[in-house]
């Protein structure tokens, strides 16, 4: 997306269909915590029958943090943040809520039944709340949400976070039909006004052109003449193709994209001026056409060195090793144009995993093969990753010490065998054989 991208970094982990999956203390996923009832370690009697209404509490107020019944049926703290009427009668609400444990992505519109009210605070003491949902985490959580906070927040001034929440405060789009998938949307995403009355979209796979109704998207299809994105197709292995399109020949389509990209992107604001971006859409191809699963954008200028501004991998194809094969094609990218490059900042939580996964592994392996000293400018000359990106990574594994002035790598084999081990399967290869690409020029 051509964009400013920022991130909310809370920890969850919806599967590639966009629902959680259990927790495991263990691993380094981004789960929510899967505690017995009430979350947080708040002392409950599980599932034990709720008492009702409290008169005067109702209809709650925007700002009232409860306790409430997710998709695994247990109770976990929300804060509300919109409410509608549903009927006519005085507590005949919804309630928009957010997880306080969990993404934003997991913000919904929830029913009064949903909600212990019980447990109901209407005052609270933000700072006193924060320290007491800290002694409550255990240390694991904790690291997991200090780390991506400092990544996710490092460049954002209050005021413009809480502008950002207010805006995009309610999801607006509930669905989108895109090809063969019916998708739930993560985010607020600002489509034109017309848009704003309707809760699903019907998006053509091939130019992004999105409608409201489904009678609108066949007679769309029976006229639309294309297969593949607009553009070029830079590289072709087996049944998967990157296209490369310029956001100035083809900005319906690049605007088109961030619409749908910003449904699974926070913090992203949408510039217009696609004009300024390359995107580079990854798609599996059949006899019916090639079918987007994800993409990049790329600054056709980056003053940052930046070889990547946001990156996406469509929620039915994610946890596939698409994600990392959008990463390692960045970086080849990067290499063709004899530079260095860095995503841009900040990361989202799932953008800071799979980067810590492409790092970890792409540099592991070759700290396994090299048997001699090796420096940190050499590793970068070799995988264009940027110095600073792989100095944070083998600090954050512990394999760097500071010795006269200078870093050294300390590279015991075993401790690379279970640093690699832990950073998981390596993703979908790049076939560089298979990329034909020569670096962006400016025409005329
Ligand atoms: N829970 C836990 N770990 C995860 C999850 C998850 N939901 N998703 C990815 N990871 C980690 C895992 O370590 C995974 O490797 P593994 O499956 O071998 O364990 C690794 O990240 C990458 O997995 P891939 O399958 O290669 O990546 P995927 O195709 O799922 O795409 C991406 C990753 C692009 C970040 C995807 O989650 C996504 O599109 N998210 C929404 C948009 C977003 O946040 N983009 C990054 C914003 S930052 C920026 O644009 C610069
Ligand atoms: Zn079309």
């Known amino acids: 997306m051509g964009s400013i991208s920022r991130s909310t970094a809370e920890n969850d982990r919806p599967s590639s269909n966009g629902n959680l999956q259990p927790n495991h203390e263990a691993t380094d996923d981004v789960d929510p915590p ?11 009697e599980n599932d034990a029958p709720r008492k009702r209404r409290t008169p005067g509490l109702l209809p709650l107020e925007v700002g009232t943090r409860v306790l409430c019944r997710w ?22 609400y919804e ?19 949903q909600l212990d009210l019980d447990t109901v605070e209407t005052d609270v003491d933000e700072k006193v709340e924060d320290k007491a949902t800290s002694l409550k ?21 209050a005021a413009s976070l809480r502008e950002h929440e207010e805006f995009t405060k309610v999801k607006n789009i509930a669905t989108i039909e895109l090809g063969r998938y019916e998708i739930e949307t993560w985010y607020f995403s600002p489509f034109p006004p017309e848009y704003s009355d309707t809760l699903k979209l019907f998006f053509c796979e091939f130019c992004l052109n999105f409608m409201k109704r489904e009678g609108q998207l066949q007679r769309h299809m029976r006229k639309c003449d294309l297969k593949h994105p607009p553009g070029d197709e830079i590289y072709r292995s087996g049944t998967l193709s990157m296209f490369e399109v310029d956001g100035k020949k083809n900005k319906v389509y690049g605007q088109n994209l961030c619409y749908l990209a910003k449904l699974f992107l926070d913090h992203k604001t949408l510039y217009y001026d696609v004009d300024l971006f390359l995107f580079y859409i990854l798609c599996e191809c059949d006899d019916r056409g090639c079918h987007m699963v994800g993409y990049f954008s790329k600054e056709k200028h980056s003053e940052e060195s930046y070889n990547l501004a946001c990156i996406l991998t469509l929620p039915p194809y994610q946890r596939k ?12 990218l990067s290499k063709k144009e004899g ?17 810590r ?38 600090q954050s594994l512990d394999l760097i010490q500071y010795r006269k002035g200078q870093h050294v790598i300390c590279a015991d084999p075993k401790v690379l065998d279970r ?26």
Do not use: C
Not at 71 to 92: A, T
Not at 341 to 346: L, Q, S
Not at 358 to 381: A, F, G, P
């Open 34 to 44: 899967a505690p017995n009832g009430h979350s947080a370690g708040i002392p409950s």
């Open 419 to 444: 640093h690699l081990k832990a950073a998981g399967r390596g993703g979908l290869e790049v076939d560089v054989s298979k990329l034909i690409w020569t670096p962006y020029k400016e025409q005329g």
């Open 321 to 332: 090793g698409y994600g990392k094969f959008l990463i390692a094609f960045s970086y080849e």
């Open 137 to 157: 985490m255990t240390r694991h959580q904790k690291r997991k949400i200090d780390e991506t906070h400092v990544e996710g927040h490092e460049e954002l001034d």
């Open 357 to 394: 996964g492409y790092w970890t592994r792409v540099l592991l392996d070759i700290l396994k093969k090299h048997k001699s000293n090796i420096s940190i400018k050499e590793l970068s000359d070799m995988t264009a990753i940027k110095a600073d990106d792989i100095l944070s990574t083998l």
């Open 339 to 355: 530079k260095v490059g860095t995503p841009e900042r900040p990361l989202s939580d799932l953008g800071l995993l799979s980067y």
């Open 95 to 113: 309630y928009y809520v957010h997880y306080t444990e969990f993404n934003r992505r997991l913000d919904e519109w929830v029913k009064l039944e």
């Open 71 to 92: 998709r695994d049926g247990k109770y976990h703290p929300v804060k509300v943040i919109e409410r509608r009427r549903i009927l006519s009668g005085p507590n005949d």
